[in-house]
C-alpha cells in the first residue's frame, strides 16, 4: 500500500525531467538536425538529373578555384536565354567538384547539409523573433516563452520534412534556394546579435527567459561593427545565389521599420541605408555578365488571364502546403486552349476548382489578420511573410513555369507562421492537441518526403514518374526520349520525338535528336532533310530557343561521316558567325580542319576562341594538344600547364603534358606531372604505367618496380570487385 502511494509522485516526477529534457535547446537542435538528414537519406543515392548534367559535368566555372572570381562574371548558364546570375552556387559547386570529383553523392550530401543547416537557422531566428519585444508576439503569460520556443521548434521541423521542398534538397541543381536562404537567415540572426547592448543570460537553462546583467559591460564598438559588416556580407551572398534573397531584405525591413520595438529610429534608418548598399553592390555585380537577349515569343497574357493564374497559383501552393499530394516538377496550372475563344472559357468554369480553392486561401489570411487576439500580430506576419514571397511566383511577372514546388521554400514559413498565429489564439489544452497533431504531421511528411527523394534516384526513373503523374512538357519527353537513345530503344526515342514535334513543331532539340535517332537505324534521306530543314530556321528559332546550333552540329557530323567534309567544314564557318561562343562548333570544325589541313590550320580556331575566353578547359587543352602535334613543345607545355590548372581532376592535359616533356627528353618535369596525374587517379593502374615508364628512362628502376607492382595490386582487386 505504501509503495503504490509513493508511485504517482514519482511518475509526476520522471513527467518533469521528461518534459524539462525536451525543453533542452540542443536536444531540440540534434532533433532538427537528425530528422532532417535522415528524410533526406535516399537522395544520396540519387544521379545527376535534368540540369545536374551541365551544372555539375560540364560546367567550366566549378573545375578549379582559380576560376572563384570569373563565375562572377557569367551566368548560370552559359547557352540559354536564363537570366539567373547565381555565382555563389555555382561556387559551392566549386567546392563540391574539388571534393568529390564528379560523384552526385557528394554534391547531395552538400544538398541536405545546407538544407538542415538552413531548417536550424530558422528556428534560432523564430526563438528570436517570437521572444518579447520582438513585436510578432506580444503575450504577458509566463507561460508565453515556452510556447514561443515550442512553436518556433515545431515550425522548423515541419519545415525541414515539408515534401514541397524535395526539388530544392533532393535535385542538386536546387540548392540555389537553400544557399540563399541560408546565408539571408544567417544575416538576418547577425544583425539581431549586434543589437545586442548588454549580455543576456537564461533565468533557466531549459526556458527562454532572459535576465538583464546591468553590470555587464556593453558590447564593444568593433564587434557591433564586425557583426554588421558580417551581415552585410552575407546578405550579398545570399543575393548572389538566388534573387528570392531580395524578398527576404524586404521582411527584414518590415520586421524592422514595422514590428521590433526594441529598435530605434537611428538603427531603422542604418537598416535601411545599409540594405540599400547591399543591393546597389549586388545590382553592380550582376551588370559584369553583360546584357542577355531576352526570349521571344512570349505569351502576352491579359488581365483576366493572369488574374486568374494567381488565384490557380494561391489555391495549389495553399493545397500543396496542406495535402502534399502527386508532387512533380513540370507542373503547370495553365492551358492555352481554354482561352482561344469566348466559348473556351465558358468550357474551362469546371476545371476552376484551384482557382475557387486561391479564393479560399486568400480569405483565410486576410481573416486571420483582422481577428482580434493574442496572435494576430504573428498572423500579420506570416501572412506578410507567404504573399511577401508569393507575389513574385504568383504569375504576375512573366517565368518560366507558372507554378514551382521550389518556390514555396520562403513562403512555407510565412504559412506555417500563419498558423502559429492561429494556434495563439487557442487555450492552452487546445495548443497542446495542436502540438500532438504537429509532431504526427512531421512524421507524416517526413515519411511523404522519403519516398519523394526516390524519384530523384536516376534520370529514367525521374522522367516516367514526372509524366505519371501529370508533368507531360516537351522537355521530358526530349530527355527521355534521349535516354532510350542511348539504350538503343530507337523505336521508343523516335516515338517520343514525334510527339513532341507534333505538340511543338519549331522544337529545335526535339528535331535534331529525332534525325540523330533516324540516322542510327538507317533512315538517312529522312534524317538529312529534317537537319538541312534546321539550318535554314535555326535564325528565326534562336529568338524564341537556346541551343539552336545542335543541327548544325549534326549535320556536319553527318557530312563527315558520309565523307564530305569540305561541306561541314564550310557550315560550321558559316555558323560561327551566328554562334561564335559556341565550343563545341568551334571544336567540331578545328578537328575537321586538322584532318585535312594540318594542326596549324586548326590551331588558328582554337586560340581565336581561347582568346576570349581563358577560363575554357577543353579549349586550352585542345590549344596543347595542337601545339604539340604541330611539333612546338614550347607552347605546347605552356597550354597544357595552363589546361591543368583549370580542372583540378583532369588527367588527360597531365598524361600528354608527361610525353611532351620525355619527347623533349625534360624527363623531370615529365616525372612531376605524372606524379600530379597519378594524385588526381590513384586508382587507376594506368597512370602508374605511365609513371612507370618515366621512371624507368630516369634510372629509378626500383621505383619503376614499385608503381608496375602497384598495377598489378590495382589490377587484381579490380577482377576481384568484378567476381564479387
Same mark, same amino acid.
Given at each position: 500500500?505504501d509503495?503504490?502511494?509513493a ?7 520522471l513527467?518533469?525531467?521528461l518534459?524539462?529534457?525536451c525543453?533542452?535547446?540542443w536536444?531540440?537542435y ?15 543515392q540519387g544521379?545527376?538529373v535534368?540540369d ?7 560546367n567550366?566555372?566549378?573545375?578549379s578555384?582559380?576560376l572563384?572570381?570569373?563565375a ?8 540559354s536565354?536564363s537570366p ?36 536550424l537557422l530558422?528556428y534560432?531566428?523564430l526563438i ?5 519585444g520582438?513585436g ?8 508565453s516563452?515556452s510556447t514561443a520556443?515550442?512553436?518556433?521548434f515545431?515550425i522548423?521541423?515541419l519545415?525541414?520534412?515539408h ?5 530544392a534538397v533532393d535535385?542538386?541543381s536546387?540548392?540555389?534556394?537553400s544557399l540563399a536562404?541560408?546565408? $539571408? !537567415?544567417?544575416?538576418? =540572426?547577425l544583425v #539581431?546579435?549586434? @543589437?545586442?547592448? &548588454?549580455?543576456?543570460?537564461p533565468?533557466?537553462?531549459?526556458s527562454?527567459?532572459?535576465t538583464?546583467?546591468?553590470l555587464?559591460r ?7 561593427f564586425a557583426l554588421y559588416l558580417? $551581415? !552585410?556580407?552575407?546578405? =550579398?551572398?545570399? #543575393?548572389?545565389? @538566388?534573387?528570392i &534573397? ?18 530605434d ?6 537598416a535601411?541605408?545599409?540594405?540599400a ?5 549586388y545590382?553592380?555585380l550582376?551588370q ?9 515569343g512570349s ?7 493572369r488574374?486568374?493564374?494567381m488565384?490557380r497559383?494561391l489555391?495549389d ?6 495535402f ?7 507542373r503547370?496550372?495553365?492551358d492555352?486552349?481554354?482561352y482561344r475563344?469566348?466559348?473556351s472559357?465558358?468550357d474551362?468554369?469546371?476545371?476552376e476548382?484551384?482557382?475557387v480553392?486561391?479564393?479560399f486561401?486568400f480569405a483565410a489570411?486576410a481573416?486571420?489578420?483582422?481577428k482580434k ?14 504573399f511577401a514571397?508569393?507575389?513574385?511566383i504568383?504569375n504576375?511577372l ?5 507554378v514551382?514546388e ?5 513562403p512555407?514559413?510565412g ?21 500532438g497533431?504537429?509532431?504526427?504531421a512531421?512524421?507524416?511528411?517526413g515519411?511523404r518526403?522519403?519516398?519523394?527523394s526516390t524519384d530523384?534516384?536516376?534520370p529514367e526513373?525521374?522522367?516516367k ?23 538503343g530503344?530507337?523505336a ?5 520525338f514525334?510527339?513532341?514535334l ?9 528535331r ?8 542510327r537505324q ?5 534524317a ?6 534546321a539550318i ?5 528559332e534562336a ?5 539552336t546550333?545542335?543541327g ?31 565550343w563545341?562548333l568551334?571544336?567540331?570544325?578545328s ?6 589541313r594540318g594542326?596549324l ?11 576570349k575566353?581563358?577560363?575554357?578547359h ?6 596543347g594538344?595542337?601545339y604539340a602535334?604541330?611539333g612546338?613543345a ?8 595552363y ?13 600528354l603534358?608527361?610525353s611532351?616533356c620525355?619527347?623533349q ?8 606531372a605524372?606524379?600530379r596525374?597519378v594524385a588526381?587517379?590513384p586508382?587507376?593502374?594506368s597512370?602508374?604505367?605511365?609513371l ?5 628512362k630516369m634510372?629509378r628502376?626500383?621505383?619503376a ?7 598489378s ?12
Amino acid at each position: 500500500m505504501d509503495q503504490s502511494a509513493a508511485d504517482p509522485p514519482s511518475h509526476a516526477n520522471l513527467g518533469k525531467q521528461l518534459a524539462a529534457l525536451c525543453g533542452k535547446q540542443w536536444l531540440r537542435y540534434l532533433f532538427l538536425a537528425v530528422v532532417g538528414i535522415l528524410v533526406r537519406l535516399p537522395a544520396l543515392q540519387g544521379q545527376a538529373v535534368w540540369d545536374d548534367d551541365y551544372l555539375v559535368y560540364d560546367n567550366p566555372f566549378i573545375k578549379s578555384p582559380l576560376l572563384a572570381l570569373e563565375a562572377f562574371r557569367h551566368y548560370l548558364f552559359l547557352d540559354s536565354y536564363s537570366p539567373h546570375y547565381r555565382p555563389v552556387q555555382n561556387l559551392s559547386f566549386m567546392a563540391d567538384y574539388y571534393l568529390w570529383n564528379t560523384d552526385p553523392s557528394g554534391f547531395h550530401l552538400t544538398n541536405i547539409l545546407l538544407h538542415v543547416a538552413s531548417g536550424l537557422l530558422l528556428y534560432r531566428l523564430l526563438i528570436l523573433l517570437f521572444s518579447k519585444g520582438a513585436g510578432i508576439w506580444n503575450n504577458t503569460d509566463p507561460r508565453s516563452n515556452s510556447t514561443a520556443s515550442l512553436s518556433a521548434f515545431l515550425i522548423a521541423a515541419l519545415w525541414i520534412v515539408h515534401p514541397v521542398h524535395s526539388a530544392a534538397v533532393d535535385y542538386i541543381s536546387g540548392r540555389a534556394d537553400s544557399l540563399a536562404f541560408l546565408f $539571408a !537567415a544567417s544575416a538576418w =540572426l547577425l544583425v #539581431l546579435r549586434a @543589437r545586442v547592448k &548588454a549580455s543576456l543570460t537564461p533565468a533557466n537553462p531549459g526556458s527562454e527567459q532572459v535576465t538583464r546583467l546591468p553590470l555587464q559591460r556593453k558590447q564593444p564598438w568593433w564587434l557591433t561593427f564586425a557583426l554588421y559588416l558580417c $551581415a !552585410a556580407f552575407f546578405a =550579398l551572398l545570399s #543575393l548572389c545565389s @538566388r534573387e528570392i &534573397a531580395c524578398i527576404w531584405i524586404l521582411l527584414f525591413l518590415i520586421h524592422t521599420l514595422v514590428f521590433a520595438k526594441n529598435v530605434d529610429r537611428k538603427a531603422k534608418i542604418a537598416a535601411v541605408i545599409c540594405c540599400a548598399l547591399v543591393l546597389a553592390a549586388y545590382g553592380g555585380l550582376h551588370q559584369l555578365p553583360g546584357e542577355r537577349a531576352e526570349k521571344g515569343g512570349s505569351e502576352n497574357w491579359g488581365v483576366p488571364i493572369r488574374a486568374t493564374l494567381m488565384l490557380r497559383a494561391l489555391g495549389d501552393y495553399g493545397r500543396l502546403m496542406v495535402f502534399p499530394a502527386n508532387l512533380h516538377m513540370e507542373r503547370t496550372v495553365f492551358d492555352p486552349n481554354n482561352y482561344r475563344t469566348r466559348d473556351s472559357w465558358r468550357d474551362s468554369a469546371n476545371s476552376e476548382y484551384l482557382a475557387v480553392l486561391g479564393l479560399f486561401v486568400f480569405a483565410a489570411f486576410a481573416y486571420g489578420c483582422v481577428k482580434k487576439g493574442a496572435g494576430r500580430r504573428t498572423r500579420i506576419m506570416g501572412a506578410i511573410w507567404f504573399f511577401a514571397g508569393y507575389l513574385p511566383i504568383s504569375n504576375i511577372l512573366l517565368l518560366n513555369a507558372t507554378v514551382a514546388e521550389h518556390w514555396l521554400y520562403l513562403p512555407s514559413v510565412g504559412f506555417l507562421i500563419f498558423l502559429a498565429g492561429c494556434a495563439f489564439d487557442l487555450p492552452q489544452h487546445f495548443q497542446r492537441m495542436l502540438a500532438g497533431v504537429a509532431i504526427a504531421a512531421i512524421i507524416a511528411l517526413g515519411v511523404r518526403s522519403a519516398n519523394r527523394s526516390t524519384d530523384w534516384g536516376d534520370p529514367e526513373t525521374f522522367y516516367k514518374r514526372t509524366l505519371a503523374a501529370g508533368g507531360s512538357s516537351a522537355r521530358v519527353e526530349v530527355n527521355l526520349g534521349l535516354i532510350y537513345g542511348r539504350h538503343g530503344d530507337y523505336a521508343k526515342a523516335e516515338k517520343l520525338f514525334r510527339h513532341v514535334l507534333e505538340l511543338t513543331p519549331n522544337y529545335p532539340i526535339a528535331r535534331s535528336n529525332l534525325a540523330d535517332i533516324l540516322s542510327r537505324q538507317g533512315k538517312t534521306t529522312e534524317a538529312e532533310a529534317l537537319l538541312t530543314n534546321a539550318i535554314k530556321i535555326a535564325p528565326l528559332e534562336a529568338k524564341e530557343y537556346p541551343r539552336t546550333w545542335v543541327g548544325i552540329y549534326n549535320l556536319a557530323g553527318f557530312w563527315h561521316n558520309a565523307n564530305d567534309d569540305a561541306a561541314a567544314i564550310a557550315l560550321l564557318e558559316h555558323a560561327r558567325v551566328n554562334y561564335p561562343e559556341v565550343w563545341e562548333l568551334v571544336s567540331r570544325q578545328s578537328e575537321l580542319v586538322r584532318r585535312t589541313r594540318g594542326p596549324l590550320a586548326a590551331l588558328d580556331l582554337v586560340q581565336a576562341f581561347v582568346r576570349k575566353n581563358w577560363w575554357h578547359h577543353a579549349a586550352r587543352l585542345a590549344e596543347g594538344r595542337l601545339y604539340a602535334e604541330n611539333g612546338d613543345a614550347v607552347h605546347a607545355i605552356q597550354a597544357l600547364h595552363y589546361a591543368a590548372m583549370l580542372d583540378v581532376h583532369d588527367v588527360e592535359a597531365l598524361n600528354l603534358l608527361a610525353s611532351t616533356c620525355v619527347r623533349q627528353h625534360q624527363l623531370n618535369q615529365a616525372f612531376a606531372a605524372q606524379k600530379r596525374a597519378v594524385a588526381r587517379e590513384p586508382d587507376k593502374p594506368s597512370q602508374y604505367l605511365i609513371l612507370s615508364d618515366i621512371l624507368e628512362k630516369m634510372g629509378r628502376n626500383s621505383e619503376a618496380q614499385a608503381a608496375r607492382a602497384k598495377v598489378s595490386q590495382l589490377q587484381a582487386l579490380a577482377m576481384e570487385s568484378h567476381r564479387g
